[in-house]
């Protein structure tokens, strides 16, 4: 009976411990991030990399697959910073990955994103093809999905010309922190500090790995 008891208390705290957001602290990497250009979701413009980051103070490129659990936790609070600090210099451009672009769009009118996002990637098939898993297989980084994954470029560190767009970059192979990646957004615009209160603190959520899931994303 003790044994049962002992293996029932093991196989909750393995569901518990499964079930929580997979929140990544920013940390700082030396690797060469290439330049890209890619097509919007919503219109097909193309998007240059470094045009985009060259006049911002701080850009967060995140890459999502739009299907992904964690990436449905993640994407208010990226709307959110967007928002609140866009006109302090902050820009954000999302990188959509593993998914078809009508996932895409309706990813985007649920969570209703309002800064600019490409994709790399139509297809689960292509996990293995693409730059953001050779990123993310050369920094560490263990996820079968990677979902969401996140880059934040500075001025100081961006090349001017060639292929490269920087050789060093804060990144978070996971969900962001929130207080601690807003304190490091107003840290790195220059604003002063100010008390901050995450909201993704011991908050449960499905982790997206394992084999792709399809998430139907429908309006209340």
Known sequence: MRVFSVLAILLLSFVFASAQNEQAPLQEKEFEYKNWKYKGVLDSKEINLREFAKDKKLTLVVYFAPWCHNWKHQAPFVQKMYEKYKSAG?????????????????????????????????????????????????????????????????????????????????????????????????????????EIKASNTKKEIEACEGDKKTVEFKKP
């Open 90 to 194: 902050l820009d954000v451009i999302g990188v959509g990955e593993y998914g078809t672009l009508e996932e895409m769009k309706n990813n985007l009118d649920f969570f209703k994103i309002t800064f600019p996002v490409v994709y790399e990637s139509l297809s689960s098939d292509d996990r293995e093809k693409t730059k953001h898993y050779d990123y993310r297989k050369e920094l560490g980084d263990t996820r079968k999905w990677g979902s969401p994954f996140n880059i934040f470029i500075e001025p100081a560190n961006l090349q001017k010309n060639g292929d490269t767009v920087v050789k060093k970059a804060f990144i978070g192979s996971g969900e962001l922190i929130e207080a601690d990646a807003e304190k490091f957004i107003r840290q790195k615009l220059g604003l002063p500090a100010e």
